[in-house]
């Protein structure tokens, strides 16, 4: 009977503990990371970057609205070589990317049209903001 008891009254420690700390970690990974909310103008033939610097195998992922269309690219450069990862186009839309190497990883948007844009971005994932 005291067994019982004692064993309960753990029990009901430990889910106290967690109520108080906002639960038991997720082990997900949520929390982790760096976060960039921005809002700009982008001019016609303009263009915007956001520069990650990134290890090997870290992700960032991103969504965006805008008053008109863009293209988005997600790009690095080696030396003089410039390779593009990825890219898109639409006045919404968002991605996800995995870093190959460790290197600075550029999210680039553009405006082709003939108005301003105006965009609004999250990114979220493991990087530095260059």
Same mark, same amino acid.
């Given at each position: @009977? ?9 029990? @009901? ?6 109520? #108080?700390?906002? =639960? ?15 809002? +700009? ?12 610097? @990134?290890?090997?195998? /870290?992700? !960032?992922? +991103? ?7 863009? #293209? ?15 890219? =898109?186009?639409?006045? /919404? ?14 999210? /680039? !948007?553009?405006?082709?049209? #003939?108005? !301003? ?12 903001? /260059?």
């Amino acid at each position: @009977m005291l067994r019982l008891f004692l064993t309960t009254l753990v029990a @009901m420690t430990l889910v106290a503990g967690c109520a #108080q700390s906002g =639960g038991a970690p997720s082990g997900d990974g949520a929390d982790d990371g760096q976060s960039i909310d921005r809002k +700009f103008d982008l001019a016609p033939q303009g263009l915007r970057e956001f520069n990650l610097d @990134m290890a090997a195998g /870290a992700a !960032f992922t +991103f969504s965006y609205t805008s008053s008109a269309n863009v #293209q988005w690219e997600i790009h690095s450069h080696d030396g003089s070589k410039s390779t593009t990862w990825t890219q =898109g186009q639409g006045a /919404a839309g968002g991605n996800t990317f995995t870093a190959t190497a460790a290197n600075t990883y550029s999210l /680039a !948007f553009t405006n082709a049209g #003939q108005d !301003f844009a105006v965009v609004d971005v999250s990114i979220h994932g493991d990087f530095t903001e /260059a």
